[in-house]
């Protein structure tokens, strides 16, 4: 059977089968400027950060008669359902397609009654997908009516520990999951609700942050706040630890060296709890770090914080998401820039010391941005 191709807004217009509430409309404007910039910054690498002006609408989907194939492909009859808001978007269809043709023989109908929660998506190994784009859609089941811990949620089963730990800080338990093979089982749901993301690529919706200080709050609630060591004011967030090979910080041992010496402590948050982490970054006034999912943790931090992310200027798979963490939550945030080496698939990087340096002697060494 062929499939044809639709957008989840359009079959919503369409079908009784789908109900779109919305929460925020379509955005487009200018992304405020980095607080700072050091090192190698290009007029190309800035054109890609302006570039980057459009916030997609933000709403809740109520469905019937449709099912989950993999991590948050919807199958609607004989259509596939593809959604920006969720990362789906139709060129990603064409892998999913082949994906779900492989499997039609093997593949298991599977049905669950009530209300069941799509929460998840692609990339949900990483975590910081989980902490920007999965979890604030908590918010907007609360803000629909919903009560979380009615709820069920679908969790492939091979989400990653730390995602289930993070659902279990929130009150989310075994018994409240339904665990489903992502490449084996359709699965369908007397009622779905398919929240959005609350950001678009690196901006923020005028949602974000009520969102995450709604998940944020519940995780406070729910759990107790491990004590701090007094030297985590200033922190460098490493990466050298975290067994990932994207975007490799060539001379990290002499950055961090420099971070050192000026009292910043190098913290490697994978070997942390959870709790450990948050209240740590609670706990900070002043972030520096290689940028990604680790430093994304920012969301705990207090507004005011000041955060520094450290990136490659041709790296494809490094955006600007902090910038917009930071915008929406009030924690002022720059960059230290270095040159990715040409050719590598790993985009491996390196960042002149002088300009780390520079920049935490005119930043970090001062008065506090506003």
């Not at 961090?256 to 994978?270: M, N, Y």
């Not at 999912?293 to 969301?299: D, E, F, G, N």
Request: glycine fraction near 8%; hydrophobic fraction near 45%; proline fraction near 5%.
């Amino acid at each position: 059977m062929d499939y044809d191709v639709r957008t989840l807004r359009s079959a919503a217009a369409e079908s009784p089968d789908l109900v779109y509430t919305p929460f925020s409309e379509a955005e487009i404007s200018v992304p405020p400027s980095p607080r700072f910039v050091f090192g190698e910054c290009t007029q190309e690498l800035m054109a890609r950060y302006y570039r980057e002006n459009y916030t997609a609408p933000v709403g809740l989907y109520t469905a019937s008669n449709v099912g989950v194939f993999g991590e948050a492909l919807l199958i609607h009859g004989n259509t596939m359902l593809a959604c920006d808001e969720l990362e789906m978007t139709v060129g990603d269809l064409a892998a999913y397609r082949a994906r779900y043709q492989a499997a039609r023989g093997l593949l298991r109908p599977r049905m669950e009654a009530g209300q069941c929660v799509l929460l998840l998506g692609r990339g949900f190994g990483i975590y910081g997908h989980w902490l920007v784009d999965f979890l604030p859609k908590l918010f907007l089941l609360h803000q629909a009516g919903h009560d979380l811990m009615r709820l069920r949620y679908l969790v492939p089963r091979n989400a990653p520990k730390f995602g289930i730990d993070l659902l279990e800080l929130l009150g989310i338990t075994a018994e409240k999951r339904i665990a489903y093979h992502p490449d084996f089982e359709l699965l369908c749901a007397d009622q779905l609700l398919v929240p959005t993301m609350a950001r678009s690529s690196s901006r923020t919706s005028s949602l974000f942050r009520q969102a995450v200080e709604f998940v944020t709050a519940l995780i406070w609630r729910r759990n107790a706040r491990p004590l701090v060591a007094g030297d985590t004011q200033r922190i460098f967030i490493s990466r050298g630890r975290a067994g990932r090979p994207a975007r490799n910080l060539l001379n990290r041992q002499q950055i961090e060296r420099t971070a050192g010496a000026a009292g910043f402590r190098i913290v490697h948050p994978e070997q942390m709890s959870l709790l450990d982490q948050f209240a740590m970054f609670d706990n900070a006034r002043q972030i520096v770090g290689e940028y990604g999912s680790a430093l994304h943790a920012a969301i705990f931090a207090r507004p005011g914080a000041t955060v520094c992310a450290l990136r490659g200027t041709g790296s494809e798979i490094a955006g600007f998401l902090q910038s917009g963490i930071g915008a929406a939550l009030d924690l002022p945030t720059g960059y230290v820039f270095g040159p990715t080496i040409a050719g590598d698939r790993r985009d491996s990087f390196s960042v002149s010391e002088a300009a780390l340096q520079s920049c935490i002697d005119l930043i970090f060494s001062g008065t506090p941005l506003a």
